[in-house]
């Protein structure tokens, strides 16, 4: 008796004790509930004159003020990240007052380091006069590539890190919290050669999005001129006909492949590729089976691929997988 007394004690604590969780998760950020808690950064940006405190207390008055610039830090006030207003209170290093006090909105700690890359705004963006989301004009730039010459590192960043770029008219100005941002975009402009039939992509990522094999648009093999190319390898390029779509030299058949007419058994399942250099675009399996293949390939590493029809199109196989 005095057993289920006990056990049903600790049932409503556990209880109790959930409830609570799940109501404190609705009312901290999420960050504050995450394992990992960043370090406060070594050297922070003031992005404009901020007053300086002897401690850590606003009803105090300043003891002077700086104008902006990069300053070592040298602690935060107790549980800085997991802050519980906009503000957070930092202790900085002074040339010439020792060690003082800032109190900084949070968006804003962090630091400008400069850069030289360039960025493909996809969507329309709003250009701030700073990296924060406060700062944000009635400017909007339409989509195109432009050259960015600052990034704004923060532990407080979300949906992308702040990049300062050039504007023809506006002069440098930022792009803040913008998740529909390509960068590390490398400019190419040149003729570039698609040898093969090549797979269409309307946007840079269309192949990620593919359901089924269906879904594919492939081109003939034509000469297009590549404007730029992302860190993935995917090239934004613009036909002979003036259309502008994106391609990637891997989702295209292989050059040099072998026309053919044999049968190939199958001693287990195999998996249908697109592609054989686009290990990513698979759909289904192939059971055991005698298969009758129209091109054969050989990759660079030696292994050979066959090109059949299928329920789903024509796909490629490598039997010895």
């Keep these: 008796m005095r057993k289920n007394l006990l056990l049903g004690k600790m049932k409503l604590y556990v209880l109790v004790c959930l409830l609570a969780l799940s109501g404190l998760a609705g009312t901290l950020p999420a960050y504050a509930l995450g394992p ?3 370090e406060l950064p070594p050297v922070i940006t003031l992005l404009e004159e901020t007053p300086l405190y002897a401690e850590p207390d606003a009803s105090l008055s300043p003891v002077a003020a700086l104008s902006p ?14 802050r519980t207003d906009d503000r957070v209170w930092i202790k900085i290093k002074t040339t ?20 030289d890359t360039y960025l493909i705004l996809l969507w329309g963006a709003y250009l701030y006069t700073q990296p924060l989301v406060s700062a944000q004009t009635e400017a909007v730039l ?8 600052a990034v704004f590192e923060s532990p407080f960043a979300y949906l992308s890190t702040p990049y300062r770029i050039e504007t023809s008219w506006l002069g440098d100005m930022w792009v803040v919290a913008n998740p529909h941002v390509l960068t590390n975009v490398e400019i190419v402009n040149q003729d570039m050669e698609l ?26 093999p034509q000469q297009v001129f590549a404007m730029e190319k992302t860190e993935q390898g995917v090239y934004h390029v613009r036909s002979q006909d003036g259309s502008v779509f994106w391609v990637h030299p891997d989702y ?15 001693k287990q399942s195999v998996t249908l590729y697109m592609f054989p250099k686009a290990p990513s675009l698979r759909f289904g399996m192939l059971s055991p089976q005698n298969v009758t293949a129209f091109e054969k390939w050989t990759d660079p590493e030696g292994k050979v691929w066959y090109h059949i029809n299928t329920w789903v199109g024509s796909m490629w196989i490598q039997p010895d997988q």
């Design 252 to 266: 295209a058949q292989p050059s040099g492949a072998e026309q053919i007419k044999e049968t190939v058994e199958l």
């Design 96 to 115: 010439w007052a020792g060690n003082l006090w800032v109190n900084l909105h949070y968006q804003s700690v962090g630091v400008v380091k400069p850069v």
């Design 36 to 38: 990992h808690i960043p």
């Design 142 to 149: 339409s989509p195109q590539t432009v050259h960015a010459n």
């Design 195 to 220: 040898p093969t039939e090549t797979l269409y992509m309307e946007d840079y990522d269309s192949a990620n999005r593919m359901q089924r094999p269906s879904d594919a648009k492939l081109i003939p």
């Design 69 to 82: 610039q990069d300053v070592e830090t040298v602690e935060a006030g107790a549980s800085w990240y997991a």
